[in-house]
Nanobody
Framework: QVQLVESGGGSVQAGGSLKLSCAGSGRPFNTCTMRWYRQAPGTERELVSSISSGGTTSYTDSVKGRFTISRDNAKNTLYLEMDSLKTEDTAVYYC??????????????WGKGTLVTISS
């Protein structure tokens, strides 16, 4: 059974930092693009950051310079280091793996999410 399990969410004050992890199991993800999405209450799910199998990264404008995506293929794990957090970063964060247009948001595998709450 293929699984993605996020961890590392929590509550911090604005200006603080958190590091999210997403542990994959059931298959290797080293050949897949992996992504972080987030969804705040009442909003659409938003692509936050992406990392290709070759390590090319991209970020949505609102997190550039504050968030860093990385992966450890030996551990089958995806990371998102989040610094200088803002209240507007509050959301459930989801990891996703393997581009496939036939699935929701074009990604085949999804974790269940981890909640990040930033207070002022």
């Amino acid at each position: 059974q293929v699984q993605l399990v996020e961890s590392g969410g929590g509550s911090v004050q604005a200006g603080g930092s958190l590091k999210l992890s997403c542990a994959g199991s059931g298959r290797p993800f080293n050949t897949c693009t992996m992504r972080w999405y987030r969804q705040a209450p009442g909003t659409e799910r938003e692509l936050v950051s992406s990392i290709s199998s070759g390590g090319t990264t991209s970020y949505t404008d609102s997190v550039k310079g504050r968030f860093t995506i990385s992966r450890d293929n030996a551990k089958n794990t995806l990371y998102l280091e989040m610094d200088s957090l803002k209240t507007e970063d509050t959301a459930v964060y989801y990891c996703a793996a393997c581009i496939d247009p036939s699935y929701n948001y074009g990604m085949r595998y999804w974790g269940k999410g981890t909640l990040v709450t930033i207070s002022s």
